[in-house]
């Protein structure tokens, strides 16, 4: 949960300082998106790091978000400029992140039992 308000909060950060008519649509779906947060969140968890809000501000991909945006078949220019149509509508991305929590609360659920 620490992770998903740093996310929240750099997007809003960048929200401030984007062009939002260079990102007037985002490039990936919202069903793909959610999926590939979710997985990106377990390898922050896995490497027991929050490097995610750093790929947000920046833009760089590390060698685990490769593999996790190779698996998703999107490439870190695609993700990247959908956070930045979502850095200019961060009621939008809230919303998404709806479904990233619940994909992790059901995840955590199943590893629980």
């Not at 620490?2 to 984007?18: A, E, H, Y």
């Not at 698996?71 to 850095?87: C, L, P, R, V």
């Not at 200019?88 to 955590?108: C, F, M, R, W």
Request: glycine letters at 6%.
């Amino acid at each position: 949960m620490k992770s998903l308000l740093i996310v929240l909060l750099t997007i809003c950060v960048i929200s401030c300082s984007t062009d939002s008519t260079s990102n007037d649509r985002q490039r990936i779906s919202d069903e793909q998106l959610v999926s590939l947060l979710v997985d990106l969140h377990l390898a922050d968890a896995a490497r027991g790091s929050n490097e995610l809000a750093d790929v947000v501000t920046s833009g760089v991909v590390g060698s685990d978000y490769d593999a996790v945006l190779l698996k998703h078949n999107i490439s870190a220019a695609d993700f990247k400029e959908t956070m930045g149509y979502f850095a200019a509508h961060p009621e939008e991305l809230t919303n998404l992140y709806d479904g990233v929590i619940e994909k992790l609360t059901a995840l955590q659920g199943k590893s629980v039992q």
